[in-house]
Structures are given as C-alpha cells and as structure tokens.
C-alpha cells in the first residue's frame, strides 16, 4: 500500500498540472471542453475512488499471486520478457473486462461514473469507480499465470498501464497518422465515450486498438457524425457518490416492480441497459434517442457557489494529499476515518451543487466525524494550531453550506412569484 500511496502522491500533481494546461490550451483555441461543476465531479471522482485504494476496501476472490504460484507451466527468461508480458496481459484483461463491464446489466454499474460526465476533457478519465469492490475478474489473468509473470512484475506495471490511459481523453487531439493502427488515441477514445448509434459500445481496448481490431468492436471516428458524450440515460447529478450506485439502484427497483420472478433473476445477468417489459411500461425512464437535442445537466451556479466549491476539492485534495505523503505514521483506523470525513466531505459540497437541501445534514455528519477524529488525533500529526484551524473550517463550512441552500430556495421562490 505505502508503495502505491508513493506512487499516487507523484502522479496526482501531474494529473492536476496536465488538466490545468488542457484548459489554457482550449481557451487559447477558443473551444469550450471545461464546466466548472462538471470538472469538480469528475475531480472529486478520483479523489473518492483513491480514497477507497486506500482504505482497502476490497475483496479479491483469487488473488495472482496465488495463481501464479499454482498454475505456472513456465518461467519467463529476461527482465524485458518479463515485463512485456505482463503489459500486454493487463492489456489483454482490461479490453475484456472493459467489455464485461458495457454489456452485462448488473457489471455496468462498475463503470458508469467513467461515463457519466457530458464533456470529454482529461478530468473525466479521473472519474473511477468506488462500487466496484469485488475483484471479479480474476480469470482473465490467468494467461499471464500461466506464462509465470511474478506477481511483484505486474504489481509494477499495473500502475503504469492504468496511468497511461490518462492522456488520451482530450478533444484537443486530432489524427495522430500511422499511432492510429497502433495504440488507442483520442480519437478512438472519443468514440468509446459517444452516445452516437454508430459509435455505441465500441473500442474497448486500453492501450493497444488491435484488440478491439481483433475481436470486432472497432469503429473509426467519423467526420459526418460528431461525438456527443455521457450516458443514454443522463445521471443528472454532480455527486459522484451517488453516480456510482445510480444503476444498481435502478435494478434493484425494476427488480422488484416487476411481476414476473424470472425477470427479477435475470435482470442483473442480461445486456446492459435491458428491462422487464411490465416495468418499462409502468415506470419509463429517460433515455436519449436524439443525441443532438439533448441539454446539458446544469444548476444554480453564481461565482460565489462556484468559488467555494472549488474551495471544497482544494481542501479535499490536500487533505488526501498529506494522507498520501504520511501513510505510513497514520493507523489503519485513522486511515479509514479521515478517508470517511473526506467522503462526507465530497458526497456535502457536490449535494450542495446540485442543490440539495439534504446537504446539510451530509456537512453535519462531516463536522460530527471531523470533531471525533480531532479529539483522537495523536499530537504529533494534529498540532494545536492544526487543530482550532480544522474547527474554523467545520463551523465555517456548515454555516456557508446553510446560507447557499436558503439563498437557493429564496431565489427559486422569486423566480416562482414573478412568473
């Protein structure tokens, strides 16, 4: 763990820097790919789905290790071997896994807040899952078993493999010649992301595009038909907390609506998006069919609530940073309770966005953990002025988090008598 926190805290700022010269770059050019709620989402998302890294909250059903010490028929020669073998594995793995995770119902819901966003921009790639807990997908390594790639090898290139599908999510990025036969470029990518007919549920692949060549789910950006991005079935929040259970929740609802008993087993099993017939008739939902005419999710956004939120995810962020930094003097139950505060912290400022009046009760919630762990903190990482700066914070947060609900609700009440 304290490897990849080490990791985490060098490629984080680089994230953050890359995205920051992302926007300069479109403002210079004079292209709109940045919302200010939409990047604190998508931000705040790779926060969240760090944060879960880090608590350990997750159950591995085979572990590789366990498999390679089993099943190995072989054992690999040279370091570059080694290593090659392993990236183009984890390759391997990640365009099926990809692909489970579009076409099964119930596995869809591990990779909608990657989806969920409207623009396309390098912030968006942050946008990680936090409900996908259970390693599912343990089979698909074991090719890489049984050649006998150590697992303390794929503990090193996995990092890198899943870093380097951060830079392709931009629109900044035209034709890249011959790399397009290649690797996977912004082009291919903005397909992957398009709600269009034609581009739906193509090119899977992560770094190679010749899987997705391979195995039939190519498809070439088109000039005719420009990418139009999110979900068929809009998310309409900023909480990327909530985005990542939106779907399950949704199956779980049809699940019980329905009345036939063997469309309330077979939902979680059947293609992504499938619903039992009663349920689509009784409870319709609302899916995009004309791409081109849909609106974009907005809210109540004045510069003030703007500002603050940005406040929010700086703070956020730095917090997660110095747990990064010093994971090793932090407990494991320090560890999991400040990761805790930072979650309520995200689920307050992001309900708050959307306009939520629910969004006091997460920021009391957050100032009850935030006082407890003050108390507990051990001296040597909580100083005394650390401590009264902490307090300010939470006193302050919840009192700006009352006045923007009521100003809200007192500015949708005008809105309401002068129509």
């Known amino acids: 763990m304290e490897t990849y926190a080490k990791a985490l805290s060098f490629a984080i700022p680089g994230f953050v820097i890359l995205v920051v010269i992302e926007s300069v770059v479109a403002r210079i050019q004079h292209k709109k790919i940045n919302r200010a709620f939409d990047t604190i ?88 899952s936090i409900s996908a807990v259970f390693g599912i997908y343990f089979f698909l390594y074991i090719p890489m078993a049984l050649m006998g790639v150590p697992a303390s090898v794929v503990a090193v290139v996995a990092p890198i493999h899943f870093f380097a599908q951060f830079w392709y999510h931009t629109r900044l990025i035209g034709s890249m010649g011959w790399l397009e036969y290649v690797i996977v470029t912004p082009s291919h990518h903005r397909i992957h992301h398009a709600i269009n007919d034609v581009y739906i549920d193509k090119n899977y692949s992560e770094i190679f595009i010749v899987w997705d060549k391979l195995f039939g789910t190519f498809q070439k950006e088109l000039e005719e038909v420009p990418p139009v991005y999110g979900t068929k079935k809009p998310v309409r929040t900023w909480n990327p907390i909530l985005i990542n259970f939106l779907h399950v929740w949704q199956l779980a609802k049809d699940a019980w609506r329905t009345n036939n008993w063997f469309d309330r087993l077979r939902i979680w099993v059947m293609p992504t998006g499938w619903r039992p017939k009663d349920v689509q008739v009784k409870f319709p939902l609302d899916i995009t069919n004309d791409v081109y005419h849909r609106t974009k ?123």
């Not at 990236?87 to 489970?100: M, T, V």
């Open 41 to 128: 989402s998508s931000l705040s998302s790779g926060v969240s789905n760090t944060l879960k890294s880090l608590s350990g909250l997750a159950v591995v059903i085979v572990s590789y290790e366990w498999m390679v010490d089993n099943l190995a028929i072989a054992k690999p020669g040279s370091s570059i071997i080694v290593y090659t073998l392993a990236f183009l594995g984890l390759d391997f793995a990640g365009y099926w896994s990809h692909r489970f995770n579009h076409t099964v119902n119930l596995f869809w819901n591990r990779h909608i807040i990657h989806h969920s966003s409207e623009e396309y921009n390098l912030s968006c790639a942050l946008r990680q």
């Open 297 to 419: 999710y907005a809210t109540y956004s004045p510069k003030s609530l703007v500002l603050w939120s940005w406040f929010q995810l700086l703070f956020t962020l730095t917090i997660m940073y110095l747990m990064l930094v010093y994971i090793s003097e932090v407990g494991s139950i320090a560890l999991l309770g400040w990761s805790g505060f930072l979650m309520l912290t995200i689920f307050a400022y992001s309900a708050l966005m959307d306009g939520h009046k629910w969004a006091i009760g997460a920021e009391a919630m957050k100032a009850s953990l935030g006082v407890i762990l003050l108390l507990f903190a051990s001296e040597s990482i909580v100083s005394r002025g650390t401590l009264i700066s902490m307090l300010l914070y939470l006193l302050i947060s919840m009192f700006v988090t009352i006045y923007f609900v009521f100003t809200r609700k007192a500015v949708s009440q005008q809105a309401i008598n002068t129509y």
